[in-house]
C-alpha cells in the first residue's frame, strides 16, 4: 500500500473529521457510534455559568461551550475538531480550573 499505516491512519481520521463536521452541521449524529445529543438545551450547569460569567468580565467576547458525547476524549483529537468544528486541532484549548490553554500535541 502507498504510503503505508501512517498515511492511511491520517486519511481516516480525516474522514471522521469530515463526517463529524456535516453531523455536526446537520444536527444529527453525536459520534461515531451514531448516538445522538438532546435537541433542547437545559439550564448550564454551576460550572459553566462560573466560568461564562468570568470569561465575560475578563473582556472575553467570543466563547462557546459545547456538549460533546461521553467519549470524546477517547478520540484523536482530529475527531475532536470536527465534532467542535474547529478549523483544526491546534484551535482546540483544554478548560481545566478556570484556564484555558491550547492543547498540545505529542510529537510522533
Known amino acids: 500500500m502507498a504510503g ?3 498515511a492511511l491512519s491520517a486519511r481516516l481520521d480525516a ?3 469530515r463526517i463529524a463536521t456535516l453531523e455536526a ?3 444529527v449524529g453525536g ?3 451514531g448516538a445522538t445529543l438532546p435537541p433542547s438545551t ?3 450547569p454551576p460550572t459553566q455559568a462560573r466560568l461564562d460569567a468570568e470569561l465575560a468580565a475578563k473582556g472575553v467576547t ?3 461551550f459545547v456538549r460533546v458525547p461521553p467519549d470524546y476524549y477517547d478520540h484523536p483529537l482530529a475527531w475532536r475538531a470536527g465534532v467542535l468544528s474547529a478549523p483544526s ?3 482546540l484549548v483544554r478548560g ?3 484556564r484555558l490553554r491550547p492543547v498540545r500535541r505529542k510529537k510522533r
Do not use: F, M, S, T
Open 25 to 27: 452541521r446537520a444536527g
Open 4 to 6: 503505508g499505516p501512517d
Open 89 to 91: 486541532v491546534d484551535h
Open 31 to 33: 459520534g461515531a457510534d
Open 42 to 44: 437545559p439550564p448550564p
Open 15 to 17: 474522514l471522521i473529521v
Open 62 to 64: 467570543k466563547r462557546a
Open 96 to 98: 481545566g480550573c478556570g
